[in-house]
């Protein structure tokens, strides 16, 4: 069944510092991932997609993951954090086995921005 | 991407009474999703509406406590019956267009729901 950790619910960086939100998956067959951002009091908005193409894959606002297979990882990282950064970010995967339809959400992980 | 559009954006209802949320999207879609969202965790998938077919439930939901109708490929309502305090989440309409494999889900802004 596929399933998706995020391994540290809180994430605290100084603004101008690398940014690292780590993400394991488990996933029977070949899996699209995703990962989201929720800012306050706002909807979910898609930040970048991996969908079998270039194991890095690039997203808005400066964020990038690396698919890695031999290591079942999708983690997100931003060379520099701005106060802009702080939010909720989620983790997501969605493969064969659910049609990929059903698409399951990590716990996620609160990014805090200090000046 | 697609335009989601939900109402109401928030309610306070009292236990025991029923809410109908809409989710309006500006292009045809095969499938629509529902989530939930309760305070402090992630999203659970409630259930898939496809047009003219009953709506698909994810283990733990039922169609007695959320009904859901999708009467064509632009719209579907969720309602939330028989409200308790632990109905209070965040309801959020989600759709995928095209390649369902390289589809990312697109959400409207959600309905804050608070049951007293």
């Known amino acids: 069944a596929q399933s998706v950790t995020q391994l540290d619910s809180h994430v605290s960086v100084s603004e101008g510092t690398p940014v690292l939100l780590r993400c394991n998956y488990s996933?029977?067959?070949?899996?699209?991932l995703f990962w989201y951002v929720q800012h306050p009091n706002k909807g979910l908005q898609l930040l970048l997609k991996?969908?079998?193409?270039?194991?890095l894959v690039k997203g808005i606002n400066g964020f990038e993951a690396e698919f890695k297979k031999s290591e079942t990882s999708f983690h997100l990282t931003k060379p520099s954090a701005h106060m802009s950064d702080a939010a909720e970010y989620f983790c997501?995967?969605?493969?064969?086995?659910?049609?990929?339809?059903?698409?399951?959400f990590g716990a996620g992980t609160r990014l805090a921005v200090h000046p | 991407s697609a335009v989601i559009s939900q109402k109401p954006s928030r309610d306070i209802c009292q236990r025991g009474t029923s809410l109908t949320i809409q989710c309006q999207v500006d292009?045809?879609?095969?499938?629509m999703f529902w989530y939930r969202q309760q305070p402090g965790q992630s999203l659970t998938l409630i259930a898939t509406?496809?047009?003219?077919?009953?709506?698909?439930?994810e283990s733990g939901f039922v169609i007695d406590k959320f009904p859901i109708s999708r009467p064509n490929l632009t719209f579907s309502t969720l309602t939330v019956s028989n409200m308790s305090p632990e109905d209070s989440s965040i309801y959020l309409c989600?759709?995928?267009?095209?390649?369902?494999?390289?589809?990312?889900?697109?959400f409207g802004n959600g309905t804050r729901l608070t049951v007293t």
């Open positions: 989600s759709v995928r267009g095209g390649d369902l494999y390289n589809s990312p889900l697109h």
């Open positions: 996933s029977s067959y070949s899996p699209s």
């Open positions: 991996y969908t079998s193409a270039a194991t």
């Open positions: 997501v995967v969605s493969d064969l086995a659910g049609g990929y339809n059903k698409l399951i």
């Open positions: 292009s045809q879609v095969t499938m």
């Open positions: 509406a496809n047009q003219g077919s009953e709506a698909t439930y």
